[in-house]
């Protein structure tokens, strides 16, 4: 399964957003812990609201909270192990006081950007450089070893000019070439910046920066502070509605991390719909026909014969399935057929 991993420097807040993305608290003293994240859709509630089923599920991501990054032997090589699995990073950093103290003595969110991608950036030269050591000092360089080298070459100078992997423009048959080693810089990121609660709506200069920072690299950020996401997931979505207004923000910070996350991790979400039930479904972007319903249930891609399908939007403009159809806007699709996001589907099949 695709996971998000949460990372950042000890006391970031990264645990009380795992729990608030999650609803798991992890047992004091673990160092990490794997649960699931609902992705609020509104496309989801709207279907709640016109098939009134007796169960709605949204679409769900899977989240780690991996151990922060601390100094001391065998620690940063420790976290570094923990990231590997992740297939996205969601970096927490630190911008509040609080009551515990910052473990490096002072509030420094561009200090603590670095650090972290720093120590990623340094484990992906070592991964470089060890591979073009061993291709090197071998008695021979043949076959795709030696198609390897030139290609393991550009990336150590690409790292060498402190830019992330992810940056790095590579062919499709480069990239065949480096199958097998995990890039901590290439994994798309997401940075949430844990403001204190006065400097939520606001945009200090160092903020500015480090958005800039982010963009250059090609990730998102957000802000949020945790304390206040907090707050508002206490109350009931009446309460919610005016405290949020109060505070000028149109939703939980929670929720564009959970719907950015998904994106981050390149899914897209496709609708099965009834009385019974209404269901988003996570499925990559590209997945097709088969692929959903292999997402449903095995026994539907083994016995896969058609699949119906229908836009949201077409359904949520024309008011009902009998109007999709009676329009023409309704398909019959095969196996091979591309799933778009917000498809409603309903396979047909025979086992």
Not at 198 to 217: C, M, R
Not at 256 to 275: C, D
Request: hydrophobic letters at 40%.
């Amino acid at each position: 399964m695709l996971t998000c991993g949460m990372v950042g420097l000890p006391l970031s807040g990264k645990t009380t957003l795992f729990s608030l993305l999650t609803g798991y608290i992890p047992p004091e003293g673990k160092t990490s812990a794997i649960a699931m994240a609902d992705v609020p859709d509104s496309r989801v509630d709207f279907l709640e609201k016109m098939y009134k089923p007796r169960k709605t599920v949204y679409g769900q991501i899977q989240v780690t909270d991996l151990a922060g990054l601390s100094e001391g032997t065998g620690k940063t090589a420790a976290f570094l192990d923990s990231i590997r699995p992740a297939h996205a990073l969601i970096h927490v950093i630190r911008a509040f006081a609080g009551t515990f103290p910052h473990p490096l003595g002072t509030i420094d969110p561009l200090r603590d950007f670095n650090i972290v991608n720093h120590e990623l950036l340094l484990a992906d030269m070592a991964l470089v450089e060890t591979r073009l050591d061993r291709i090197k000092t071998a008695s021979k360089i043949k076959g795709s070893a030696k198609e390897q080298l030139p290609v393991l070459e550009k990336c150590l100078q690409h790292l060498l000019e402190e830019k992330p992997m992810s940056m790095l423009q590579l062919g499709e048959d480069e990239r065949q070439l480096l199958q097998g080693l995990v890039f901590f810089t290439d994994k798309p990121q997401l940075l949430v910046v844990n403001l204190s609660e006065e400097d939520v709506g606001k945009n200090p200069a160092w903020l500015s920066t480090l958005e800039a920072l982010s963009n250059e690299k090609g990730w998102r950020l957000l802000a949020l502070s945790a304390k206040i996401e907090g707050e508002i997931s206490q109350l009931t979505p009446e309460e919610q509605s005016v405290f949020m207004k109060e505070l000028n923000i149109s939703e939980p910070g929670t929720a564009l991390v959970a719907r950015e996350a998904y994106a981050l991790l390149g899914l897209i979400s496709f609708f099965t719909v009834g009385s019974d039930e209404v269901r988003a479904w996570a499925l990559k972007n590209g997945g097709t026909a088969l692929d959903a319903a292999r997402t449903i249930h095995s026994d539907l891609a083994r016995g896969f014969i058609r699949a119906d399908v229908m836009s949201y939007q077409d359904l949520k403009e024309l008011g009902s399935e009998t109007a999709v159809k009676e329009k023409g806007l309704a398909q019959l699709v095969g196996k091979d057929y591309v799933v778009r996001d917000g498809d409603i589907v309903h396979i047909r099949f025979n086992v």
